[in-house]
């Protein structure tokens, strides 16, 4: 079976750093673009980051919202997809999902994580 | 960056009834990088529909979606008691994704 479990979430205060973890199963990690995608509390879904596969660089993607202060990187070895987030915002506050990229499907997400909380507050 | 603006914003039907959910896009977007997604409370969302039209993997066949350019419709054929559900259009261009803002479909 195709998991995703998102860890690392919690409370932190403002300016504070945060890494998230993606651990996968059930599939060949290596082959698949990974992605985090974001919900406020009772919002809707907003697109954070996303890495290419190492055979085409393994080059990121991160919405202006972030950029600068989020990073996603990946260990093909582990199996494992990583949202490090620094300086962060109350606006910032949202559960954080893991997702698999589909690039036959035009890089839809189609498998995703149960999400992780995080809560940026003082 | 372009923006996803689906309507309506909630869908009130009863169960049998057939649903036509709408997203316009404020740019041409490829048909290969629009995605219909389903979320239900307290769950992560689930892919229903990629480059437009093609069912995901389980999906079943009341579900179906169509359009172009800029604008393309998920359409239910029959409200099944769990579909009753929020929806959202995605799309994929120049490496970045969007998300509309999303349709409930509520029991009436």
């Known amino acids: 079976e195709v998991q995703l479990v998102e860890s690392g979430g919690g409370l932190v205060q403002p300016g504070r750093s945060l890494r998230l973890s993606c651990t996968t199963s059930?599939?060949?990690?290596?082959?698949?673009?990974m992605s985090w995608v974001r919900q406020a509390p009772g919002k809707g879904l907003e697109w954070v980051a996303y890495?290419?596969?190492?055979?085409?660089?393994?080059?990121?993607e991160h919405a202006a919202s972030v950029e600068g202060r989020f990073s996603i990187s990946r260990d093909d070895s582990k199996g494992i997809a990583y949202l490090q987030m620094n300086s962060l915002k109350t606006e910032d506050t949202a559960v954080y999902y893991c997702?698999?990229?589909?690039?036959?499907?035009?890089?839809?997400?189609?498998?995703w994580g149960q999400g992780t909380m995080v809560t940026v507050s003082s | 960056e372009i923006v996803l603006t689906q309507s309506p914003d909630t869908l009130s039907l009863s169960p049998g009834e057939g649903a036509t959910l709408s997203c316009r896009a404020s740019?041409?977007?490829?048909?290969?990088?629009l995605a219909w997604y389903q979320q239900k409370p307290g769950q992560a969302p689930r892919l229903l529909i990629y480059?437009?039209?093609s069912r995901a993997t389980g999906i079943p066949d009341r579900f179906s979606g169509s359009g172009s350019g800029t604008d393309f419709t998920l359409t239910i054929s029959r409200v099944d008691p769990e579909d009753f559900a929020v929806y959202y259009c995605?799309?994929?261009?120049?490496?970045?994704?969007?998300f509309g803002q999303g349709t409930k479909v509520e029991i009436k």
């Open positions: 480059g437009a039209s």
């Open positions: 890495i290419r596969m190492k055979i085409y660089g393994g080059t990121t």
């Open positions: 059930g599939f060949t990690f290596e082959d698949y673009p």
């Open positions: 997702t698999r990229a589909l690039r036959a499907s035009g890089d839809t997400f189609d498998i």
């Open positions: 740019q041409s977007v490829s048909s290969n990088y």
């Open positions: 995605q799309q994929h261009g120049n490496s970045r994704w969007t």
